[in-house]
């Protein structure tokens, strides 16, 4: 089969290991920069090129958008499944994914476990907001904040209040949600290729942080997830669409609660930590759900 990768960077670990496992498996495969791809739309069809030339007849593209670029990334994308390419996450789902508001409302409506979570826009209804969640401490959180950088744990509602007052004149985009002290600083990423689980690590916080990300310092280990874990981190990514997710869970006594759903999730530090061929698997699946949907088409036709 044809694969791309849509990726803007060849020597990233995860772009160099999708491509060498699509060649392992016998496919050929070319790395695209999604920011060089334009297109032709037009109520006759859809084209696209790439350095002048086009681009045609691939079977599979494998999405690894970063969050900069999610708006011109998925419309290249979606040009690409008009074209008829298979991607295992489509861009409406990848969209869905990196709107954190609208990604928690849509699990927490599957019954999803989640910690609870606040937001508002107007200043005068922040203590009210405050008030709806309920005491501290409580764990505020940049929309657009990553590896673990906007993330912020306030003891007393005063200082909730001080950070969110900050925020706002900022012009950031928060939550707000309750802090679940038994998750000890750990999460858990549970690597979901199709309907599973291929991999899970476990990152623990270092001394003295609530947070476990690996850019503050967290270490990483490979772990197997419990049934309820994989289960839930199944049903997370399905909710969403996605077919290849990186589900963070913090375990909680009311059972395994989600952080995020990570559609572009690494592969460095779970194939590290697990010893799994992750980008093996996630050439497997595309290449099976374009088998599958090949079949049905032909099937539909005759
Ligand atoms: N409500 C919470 N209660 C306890 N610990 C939390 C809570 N939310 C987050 N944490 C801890 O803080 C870490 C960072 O939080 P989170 O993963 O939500 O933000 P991020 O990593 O910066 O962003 P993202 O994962 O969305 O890219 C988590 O991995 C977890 O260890
Ligand atoms: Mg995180």
Do not use: W
């Not at 899970?200 to 503050?216: E, I, T, V, W």
């Not at 050439?283 to 099976?288: D, E, L, N, Q, S």
């Amino acid at each position: 089969m044809k694969f791309a990768i849509l990726s803007r960077n060849t020597k990233l670990y995860s772009t160099r290991r999708l491509v060498e496992a699509a060649r392992e498996h016998g496919h050929s495969v070319r790395t695209l920069d999604p920011l060089r791809c334009y297109m032709h739309i037009s109520s006759d069809g859809f084209a696209m090129r790439y350095k002048s030339r086009p681009i045609s007849g691939y079977h599979v593209v494998i999405p690894r958008i970063g969050a900069s670029v999610t708006r011109y990334g998925s419309a290249v994308l979606r040009q690409f499944e008009l074209m008829g390419t298979l991607s295992p996450n489509p861009s409406d789902a990848i969209l869905r994914a990196r709107d954190k508001l609208r990604s928690h409302q849509m699990l927490a409506a599957h019954g999803i476990g989640m910690p609870v979570t606040v937001f508002g826009d107007n200043p005068d209804d922040t203590a009210d907001l405050l008030a709806m969640l309920g005491p501290p401490p409580h764990v505020i959180k940049l929309n657009e904040g990553t590896q673990g950088a906007g993330v912020m744990l306030t003891e007393k509602v005063s200082a909730s209040r001080g950070v969110i007052e900050a925020l706002r004149g900022l012009y950031a985009q928060f939550l707000v949600q309750e802090f679940i002290p038994e998750a000890k600083g750990a999460d858990l990423r549970c690597f979901v290729v199709g309907s599973k689980v291929v991999a899970a690590m476990k990152r623990q916080a270092p001394m003295g942080d609530f947070r476990s990300n690996l850019h503050r310092g967290g270490s990483a280990k490979g772990v197997k997830a419990t049934l309820a874990e994989q289960e839930v981190a199944i049903r997370a990514a399905r909710v969403l669409g996605l077919g290849v997710a990186g589900v963070d869970l913090i375990r909680s006594r009311r059972g395994p609660l989600v952080l995020e759903v990570n559609a572009s999730p690494g592969l460095e530090g779970i194939e590290d930590a697990s010893g799994v061929d992750v980008a093996g698997e996630i050439i497997t699946y595309a290449a099976k759900r374009h088998k599958l949907r090949a079949a049905k088409r032909l099937a539909a036709k005759g």
